[in-house]
């Protein structure tokens, strides 16, 4: 009879971890950049998203992308929103990753060739967030836990 044993897993230390790591760190946010883009200008820019305005802006799971969602009174008001969004999606030639639930829209901003984060995903991100307030976006505040609750006046 054979037993079979599982192999162990490989336990990395951080600092080797980093070092191996294609990814860029700042202020504790790692973003994976696309090949070719200037990852200083890009990293001060996409950082800016992620802690500027509240943070609203978070990095995709895979560092690869920046993704948040946005909130509006109507669904006509998030379906223009998005409408504005897709206009500008053609003038850029690039488009989102997004989902929308009602009055509700979610959005990632990614680049496939060559994968990774890019400009265009830090402009269109500005954008969508220009195009947001231009909507009436309704911003939660920090002690809102985002389910309309808040909302609520009595």
């Not at 008001?77 to 009055?103: R, Y």
Request: charged share 25%; proline share 4%; hydrophobic share 30%.
């Amino acid at each position: 009879m054979f037993l079979l044993r599982r192999p162990r897993p490989t336990v990395i230390s951080r600092s080797i971890f980093r070092a191996m790591s294609s990814s860029h760190e700042q202020s504790s946010v790692q973003f994976q950049y696309s090949a070719g883009e200037n990852e200083e200008q890009l990293g001060r820019d996409a950082t800016a998203l992620t802690t500027q305005g509240g943070g609203r802006w978070k990095v995709t799971s895979d560092s690869r992308g920046l993704e948040r969602t946005f909130r509006f009174k109507t669904f006509k008001a998030t379906w223009d929103f998005m409408n504005t969004v897709a206009a500008e999606c053609k003038v850029q030639k690039h488009h989102p990753e997004w989902t929308n639930v009602f009055n509700k829209t979610h959005v990632r901003w990614t680049t496939h060739k060559p994968l990774g984060i890019s400009s265009k995903d830090v402009v269109m991100a500005r954008f969508c967030d220009e195009a947001g307030t231009r909507h009436g976006e309704l911003v939660d505040s920090p002690d809102d836990d985002g389910c309309g609750c808040g909302d609520f006046k009595p």
